[in-house]
C-alpha cells in the first residue's frame, strides 16, 4: 500500500512513517518544514519505499500528483502548537482550512481514503471527563486567539464530514489528545519538551496559571500504531474518533514528577498565564479522552504508563545534549 503522509516531517508525521516503513507499505512525504524537520526523518531518506517533497500543501498541482499515486492519505499537516497559532494567526487559519479543503477535494477526486488529523482543542473549555466524540463543543469569543485553532479544525471536520455524507468519500477523523515523546520540540509550546529541557538544564521550571490544569499525555508510538490500525480498518467512515491516553496529570505535578525523573535540581516558577500568552489568553483546565470508540473500531488504546514515556522521552532529550 502507498500512503501519503501530509506533515510527515514534524513529529508525529515521522513516527509514523517509521511505523509504515517498517511494515513494509510504501510512503510519501509532503512537508513544508513550518513545524517539522528534514533531521526527524533523514534515516528514511535512503529507503526505496521512501520518498519527499519539501512545499506546501496549498501547491495544488503538486497535491494533485501525490494523491493520484497514493492508495491513503493521512492528512497531518497543520498549523500546531497553541504558542505557535498565537504568533501566526493568520496563516494558521489558512494552512487548516485551506489545506485541508485541498486535500479533501483531491482524496475525493482519486476516490482515495483519508484519515484527517483534528486535535482535542475543538472539545474546547469542558470541565467533564472523559470527553466524548459527540459531546457539544464550548468555545470562548473571537477576540481570544486561541479560539481560532479549534474552530478552524472544526472546519476541517464539518468538511471531511460533509464529503462522506455527500460523495460518500471514505474519511476518518482522529483527534489526538497531547501527544509526547522523542522529536517532538517544545519551540511551539508543547509542554512536556519544554519542561524536560528546562529540568536537564538545571533552569526553572515554568507551569503556567496555579498549575491545577490538567491533561492526559499518550505516548507517540502509540498514537502511530492506532493510525495504522485505522487506515487498515474497514469500519471508521465518515466518524470521529479520539486517539488518547487516559492518565490524568496536574501540570504542577507533572512538572514535579519531570524533575524527579530528570534527577533535576530545577526550582519549579509558577508564571501568570498573561506573562505567559500576553492577554485575552483562556487555558483549557481539563483534558481527558473516552476512548471506547477507538477500542471498538480497532481493539487497541494507548496504554503506555506516563513515568515510562517520561523516561523515555527524557534519555531521547539527554543524549541528544550530550
Ligand atoms: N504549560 C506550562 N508551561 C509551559 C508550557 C505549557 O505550564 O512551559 C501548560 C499550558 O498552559 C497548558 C498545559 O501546560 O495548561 C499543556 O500545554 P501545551 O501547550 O503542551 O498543550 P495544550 O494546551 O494544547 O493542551
Redesign the pocket.
Known amino acids: 500500500m502507498k500512503i501519503l503522509v501530509t506533515g510527515g516531517a514534524g513529529f508525529i508525521g515521522s513516527h509514523l512513517c517509521d511505523l509504515l516503513i517498517s511494515r513494509g507499505e510504501e510512503v510519501s512525504v509532503i512537508d513544508d518544514l513550518s513545524t517539522g524537520s528534514l533531521e526527524n526523518i533523514a534515516h528514511l531518506n535512503s529507503h526505496p519505499h521512501f520518498q519527499y517533497s519539501v512545499d506546501t500543501i496549498l501547491n495544488a498541482d503538486l497535491m494533485d500528483r501525490l494523491i493520484s499515486e497514493c492508495d491513503c492519505i493521512v492528512h497531518l499537516a497543520a498549523a500546531v502548537?497553541?504558542?505557535y497559532v498565537l504568533e501566526n494567526p493568520l496563516s494558521s487559519i489558512e494552512t487548516n482550512i485551506l489545506g485541508t479543503e485541498t486535500a479533501l477535494k483531491l482524496a475525493n477526486k482519486y476516490r482515495k481514503k483519508i484519515l484527517v488529523a483534528s486535535t482535542s482543542?475543538v472539545y474546547g473549555k469542558h470541565m467533564h471527563a472523559p470527553l466524548k466524540e459527540d459531546d457539544n463543543l464550548i468555545y470562548g469569543p473571537p477576540s481570544t486567539m486561541r479560539w481560532s485553532y479549534a474552530a478552524s479544525k472544526l472546519v476541517d471536520e464539518f468538511t471531511a464530514i460533509a464529503y462522506h455524507r455527500t460523495k460518500k468519500l471514505n474519511t476518518v477523523i482522529i483527534r489526538c489528545f497531547?501527544t509526547i515523546g522523542p522529536r517532538q520540540t517544545g519551540m511551539y509550546?508543547?509542554?512536556?519538551p519544554?519542561?524536560i529541557q528546562q529540568a536537564l538544564r538545571d533552569d526553572p521550571i515554568?507551569?503556567?496559571?496555579d498549575?491545577k490544569?490538567t491533561?492526559t499525555f499518550t505516548y507517540i508510538e502509540d498514537v502511530v500504531q492506532a493510525i495504522y490500525r485505522l487506515i487498515k480498518c474497514e469500519k471508521g467512515a465518515g466518524e470521529v474518533v479520539n486517539i488518547g491516553g487516559t492518565e490524568e496529570i496536574s501540570?504542577a505535578d507533572l512538572a514535579q514528577k519531570i524533575r524527579d525523573l530528570a534527577g533535576s535540581s530545577s526550582e519549579i516558577v509558577f508564571i501568570p498565564y498573561d506573562k505567559?500568552y500576553g492577554k485575552d489568553f483562556e487555558?483549557?483546565m481539563r483534558?481527558v479522552p473516552s476512548v471506547e470508540k477507538l477500542k471498538s473500531l480497532i481493539d487497541f488504546v494507548p496504554d503506555t504508563p506516563l513515568d515510562d514515556i517520561l523516561r523515555r522521552t527524557i534519555e531521547y532529550f539527554r543524549a541528544k545534549a550530550s
Open positions: 502548537g497553541v504558542k482543542e497531547n509550546g508543547m509542554v512536556v519544554r519542561f515554568t507551569v503556567f496559571g498549575g490544569q491533561r501540570i505567559a487555558d483549557m483534558r
